[in-house]
């Protein structure tokens, strides 16, 4: 695995020495890229069930730990705490968590590694927000086409021809000077994206992993893809634009010019950032504070003033906001590099919300990012879980003094060909003309059975004509003539009961035991009482009663 020939522990399993080489090479590129700084692991065994999704099946409880143990005393690690149980639920005065860490070796960075295929864990990763952890999850249709676009989109920047100047290189990293003076290596190996959700599937989703997305703005003008020089296009304050828009006001001027701080615009912008972003008051001021020269009181005058300039969106500040705009960025940055780099073949690195591109295709990207943001805006008022919509026509969300075509109104963008109300309004329409299909179909189809229906209806009346004629029988019962009676109309036909002929039915019962002929009567036919059950008893009890008084004699009952 290393050249430099560093033994390493001997595991006892397979997944113990794939534990090794793994956190081994994890050490020596952390070395080289990020001198000086601690790597964080967990030494709580609930922290890896279900992580094998992500990093395989060598990554364990006792595979981690395990190894961890045993490249403590290599020449790969200077330092090593080990976090005692409970310390995760403490932080420092700083707010930094207590988790177990280790201190990368100075020497380690001079260990070469040899050419390695990288092979990205996974694409797609949800990752709990209170702990960082991932989240592992079930495969469905949505979250298969996102992978395979990954899929696809690396695989392009994998053969492309992007080459990396400026900077100190050594190997596969490079050494870059920050705006603060201090230097930060990136991996230039690195060229795979995935995409982080927090939580759930409609937060985050930024691309992550690339590495042009380590650089600052300075060191990514210095990429060169296809032989060519780079053109960087973003969109200017993307999140509060879209505050703003949810709002239903258009945002005028700068966003970060805040009367009061105008010479701290860099401070101004970090603060209205962490506004969006933050979840309550306290956490903003308490990350503020550490921007700004004057502590906690700056930070609140900051605030107050940064409110103040924004009123018509404060009620998003400190309100978890970010979170949710960048899922609306992300999907504006997936429709953009789905159709400039898998459509048309262009290779566009992306940066969140900016978009870097050979310079011959800048008004090709400029395009793509005008439409694919008025595609993208009105949804912010959903996202954000408010009904206020914008009628005002919408500016250019670019830099560098571009003037693109504004965005049309909202009243004209209802009367274009591909707007909301005439897409649904088209569905309206197909579904009518299918219906009416189907009902034309169903009687050109009754059409073929009507002579069949003709004869049901003539049975049918030829049925009820019997049954009306039995109705009006005058049947005979002992020797009194009943009045006729209406027979019940069902499936049999009522006859003349004193005209039926005697049937001989054989004997089934145990009283027919000589052979004796049986006869069949004709069922009565039902009639009504003529008298009620209540008027029955009332007559029982009046009887009863001058009986009793001696008025009745025993005969006359």
């Known amino acids: 695995m290393v050249e430099a020939g560093v033994p390493l522990p001997d595991g006892r399993t397979k997944r113990d020495r794939q534990?090794?080489?793994?956190?081994?090479s994890g050490i020596i590129s952390s070395a080289r890229t990020k001198p000086g700084q601690w790597m964080s692991y967990s030494r709580s065994e609930s922290w890896y069930p279900g992580q094998e999704m992500y990093y395989g099946d060598a990554f364990g409880y006792s595979t981690v730990v395990g190894a961890m143990e045993r490249l403590t005393d290599s020449p790969l690690i200077e330092g090593h705490i080990k976090a005692r149980p409970g310390d995760h639920l403490r932080k420092t005065p700083t707010g930094v968590t207590l988790q177990s860490r280790i201190l990368p070796a100075v020497a380690a960075a001079k260990i070469v590694l040899p050419k390695m295929d990288k092979e990205l864990a996974q694409s797609i990763r949800l990752r709990r927000r209170e702990d960082k952890r991932l989240i592992p999850y079930k495969e469905t249709e949505a979250i298969?086409?996102?992978?395979?676009?990954?899929?696809?989109?690396?695989?392009?920047?994998?053969?492309?021809?992007?080459?990396?100047?400026?900077?100190?290189?050594?190997?596969?990293?490079?050494?870059?000077?920050?705006?603060?003076?201090?230097?930060?290596?990136?991996?230039?190996?690195?060229?795979?994206?995935?995409?982080?959700?927090?939580d759930v599937w409609t937060l985050g989703g930024r691309y992550y992993g690339a590495a042009w997305q380590a650089m600052d703005k300075d060191a990514r003008k210095q990429i060169v893809i296809g032989g060519e020089e780079v053109f960087e296009a973003d969109f200017a304050t993307l999140h509060p634009r879209l505050l703003y828009h949810a709002a239903g006001i258009r945002l005028e001027g700068d966003a970060y010019d805040i009367p009061g701080y105008r010479d701290q615009r860099d401070a101004c912008k970090r603060g209205v950032n962490i506004l969006i972003n933050a979840t309550a008051y306290p956490e903003a001021v308490h990350a503020l504070s550490e921007h700004v020269g004057?502590?906690?009181?700056?930070?609140?005058?900051?605030?107050?003033?940064?409110?103040?300039?924004?009123?018509?969106?404060?009620?998003?500040?400190?309100?978890?906001?970010?979170?949710?705009l960048q899922r609306v960025d992300s999907s504006i940055c997936t429709d953009i590099v789905n159709e400039l780099t898998l459509r048309q073949g262009v290779t566009c690195l992306s940066v969140h919300d900016s978009f870097i591109v050979?310079?011959?295709?800048?008004?090709?990207?400029?395009?793509?990012?005008?439409r694919?943001?008025?595609?993208?805006?009105?949804?912010?008022?959903?996202?954000?879980?408010?009904?206020?919509?914008?009628?005002?026509?919408?500016?250019?969300?670019?830099?560098?003094?571009?003037?693109?075509?504004?965005?049309?109104?909202?009243?004209?963008?209802?009367?274009?060909?591909?707007?909301?109300?005439?897409?649904?309004?088209?569905?309206?329409?197909?579904?009518?003309l299918k219906t009416v299909r189907v009902e034309e179909t169903y009687s050109v189809v009754t059409n073929r059975f009507s002579r069949i229906k003709t004869r049901a209806k003539a049975a049918a009346t030829i049925k009820a004509q019997s049954l009306s004629a039995a109705s009006s029988v005058v049947v005979e019962h002992g020797k009194r003539r009943?009045?006729?009676?209406?027979?019940?109309?069902?499936?049999?036909?009522?006859?003349?009961?004193?005209?039926?002929?005697?049937?001989?039915?054989?004997?089934?019962?145990?009283?027919?035991?000589?052979?004796?002929?049986?006869t069949e009567k004709p069922s009565a036919i039902w009639q009504p009482r003529k008298r009620t059950v209540p008027e029955l008893i009332r007559e029982a009890e009046r009887k009863r009663d001058a009986r009793r008084n001696g008025k009745l004699k025993s005969g006359q009952e």
């Open 19 to 24: 534990a090794l080489a793994s956190i081994a």
């Open 144 to 198: 298969y086409r996102m992978r395979s676009m990954l899929t696809r989109l690396n695989a392009h920047y994998a053969a492309a021809d992007i080459e990396f100047h400026g900077g100190r290189h050594d190997g596969d990293a490079a050494f870059f000077m920050s705006k603060k003076g201090h230097e930060y290596g990136v991996d230039l190996s690195s060229r795979a994206c995935h995409r982080v959700f927090n």
């Open 294 to 324: 004057g502590g906690y009181h700056e930070a609140v005058d900051m605030i107050e003033a940064i409110r103040e300039k924004h009123a018509p969106i404060a009620r998003f500040f400190h309100s978890d906001a970010g979170i949710r």
């Open 358 to 370: 050979p310079s011959s295709h800048k008004t090709t990207v400029i395009d793509a990012m005008e």
């Open 372 to 432: 694919h943001f008025n595609k993208h805006v009105d949804g912010v008022s959903r996202v954000l879980n408010s009904s206020v919509k914008t009628k005002e026509c919408r500016p250019s969300p670019l830099h560098k003094g571009f003037i693109l075509p504004s965005a049309r109104p909202a009243s004209c963008r209802a009367a274009s060909s591909d707007s909301e109300s005439n897409r649904n309004r088209r569905k309206i329409q197909s579904r009518t």
């Open 482 to 518: 009943r009045k006729p009676v209406e027979c019940i109309q069902t499936t049999h036909v009522c006859v003349d009961a004193a005209n039926v002929p005697e049937r001989p039915v054989e004997p089934v019962s145990d009283d027919c035991r000589h052979g004796a002929k049986m």
